[in-house]
């Protein structure tokens, strides 16, 4: 009979009961876990493209143009971010075909480089970057559901966490409806997207002078930024829009021919995420004059510019239809945030690394780990207090880019340690080492231009160590305490 694991335990009774019916596994079909492998090259493409496409596009432009200062440059900046994500993936892939379990970067890390190392991951992840992306994600949909309205920031901060409310409480309260707001609400990022670049493609077709089209792409390179570091930091917010890019790994024992399929997912995935990235953003340029986007005298990216994109194509009909499309995809991308985040620090109480009053699941009938739900929404709204995009953008990026330099780094070591070791999927020894010096670069830049945000983030990734200590001694106490327990029951059944 099928025993679930934690994970299993933690998800709908509908998927439970699926992989309760699976056949007995085969030597094909199989791995180490017991879990048979479903999951098809389509459905591993289609689980990138799904968790890439969130908020990003809808945020991000503005901070990117603001860093690099012009149409030609923010493209460049999309380009590489989109290339730097595929490298990142090469690297994954090399790693998830070597070391095939489920678990992503903590498996790598704790493999390479121990316990220490894993928890200090873990805690980030749950601590920094999860709260951090889910907060991000609210404030988006925050500044496009009052938009139409014509409300102002306080609105749009309210809206933001009246979002992470309802999305806390679909996920604590009930596993089988927070997983179908996951499916359904998808399609509202492809209706928005393809609306957007469909209305620049026409305008681009219609012509004429002194368009914004004409404007902004025939002088594509006018007024660009030639500092190195405001071109990092355009890049890491364009990074934002293809993060998700290693979510792949966390599920490699259920890819079917992970050796061949993981790697051309990532490959296919990621690359069909860019070019509707460069769609929807040539969508924006056709349409859109530079200072709608973002406010150049105030150093300062507008929120909710669709908004006006929608108002421009289509009139006062398009004011409403696009953003209420946009505020209901990062609702779905929200929900999906929360979803995953909460049941990562349940699994992680599982093993220790937090306190077990995070395992318990609201019932037999309902297993969503209310309390670890509870924890990451209470984190992220402290980080919403912030208000602010870019503040939040630059301390999750700086997190989330220190722990993929970890990884990948893994990916070198191991080279290293066990060359002899191996490995279905290699690349070439130079994309790791460009993926890591890129990383390096791309954080230092975020430092040298946002150096309080930067320090935070930095500053909770810390904080692991002196919380692995308390947990250790903690740990060692327990167990001389029932040391000495069974010392004095042995004693005195002795005595009698």
């Known amino acids: 009979m099928h025993e679930p694991t934690d994970l299993e335990q933690l998800l709908p ?10 056949d007995p596994p085969t030597e094909e079909r199989s791995n ?51 290339l730097i994500a595929l490298l990142g993936c090469l690297c994954y892939a090399e790693l998830g075909t ?37 907060a991000i994600i609210c404030l988006v949909c925050g500044q496009y559901a ?32 927070a997983d179908r707001v996951n499916r359904y609400f998808t399609v509202f990022k492809s209706i928005a997207l393809m609306m957007i670049g469909v209305l620049g493609l026409v305008a681009l077709i219609q012509g004429g002078n002194n368009t914004p089209a004409e404007v902004n792409l025939h002088h594509s390179f ?58 929807a953003l040539l969508g ?22 669709a908004t006006e994109f929608g108002r421009t194509s289509m009139g006062d009909v398009g004011a409403i239809i696009l953003p209420l499309c946009i505020a209901i995809s990062t609702f779905g991308a929200a929900n999906g945030s929360s979803f995953s985040g909460g049941r990562l620090v349940a699994v992680s109480a599982k093993n220790g690394d937090f306190p077990k009053l995070f395992t318990i699941v609201s019932s037999k009938e309902n297993p969503a780990p209310a309390r670890a739900i509870l924890m990451q929404s209470a984190l992220a709204a402290a980080l919403l207090a912030s208000g602010s995009f870019e503040a939040l953008l630059a301390g999750f990026s700086v997190a989330a880019w220190l722990f993929y330099l970890m990884a990948v780094s893994c990916l070198l070591t191991l080279r290293w340690k066990e060359p002899t070791r191996k490995r279905p999927f290699r690349v070439w020894l130079a994309v790791p080492i460009v993926f890591s010096l890129i990383a390096v670069g791309l954080v230092c830049a975020n430092v040298a231009i946002q150096p309080i945000e930067s320090g935070l983030a930095i500053g909770g990734v810390l904080s692991a160590v002196p919380v692995y200590w308390a947990r250790d001694a903690l740990q060692k106490r327990g167990h001389c305490l029932r040391s000495r327990v069974t010392d004095t029951e042995s004693i005195e059944m002795n005595a009698y």
């Not at 095939?100 to 928890?119: C, H, L, M, R, W």
């Open 13 to 22: 009774e509908d998927v439970q009961d699926a992989s309760a019916r699976k």
């Open 32 to 82: 180490t876990s017991g879990v048979a492998r479903t999951l098809t090259l389509f459905g591993g493409v289609s689980m990138i493209v799904g968790t890439m496409i969130g908020s990003g596009i809808f945020a991000s432009p503005g901070t990117v143009l603001l860093h690099t200062g012009s149409v030609g440059l923010s493209f460049i900046a999309w380009v590489m971010a989109g």
């Open 146 to 177: 009052v938009q139409p309205l014509g409300f102002g920031e306080d609105a749009s901060l309210a809206a933001a966490y009246c979002a992470l409310i309802v999305v806390t409480v679909i996920n604590a309260t009930s596993v089988r409806f």
């Open 284 to 305: 924006y340029y056709a349409l859109m004059p530079l200072d709608q986007i973002v406010d150049f005298n105030k150093g300062k990216s507008k929120e909710g510019f």
């Open 98 to 134: 070597m070391l095939p379990s489920s678990g992503g970067e903590y498996s790598y890390v704790v493999y390479t480089y121990g316990d220490f190392a894993g928890f200090v991951y873990i805690w980030t992840t749950a601590v920094v970057t999860k709260p951090g992306s889910l």
């Open 222 to 279: 006018r007024d660009s930024k030639a500092s190195i570091a405001d071109f990092g930091v355009a890049t890491l917010a364009g990074l934002w829009g293809f993060d998700g890019w290693n979510n792949l790994n966390l599920v490699t024992e259920e890819l079917l021919d992970p050796s061949r399929n993981l790697p051309r997912a990532v490959l296919f995935g990621t690359t069909f995420v860019l070019a509707a990235y460069l769609f």
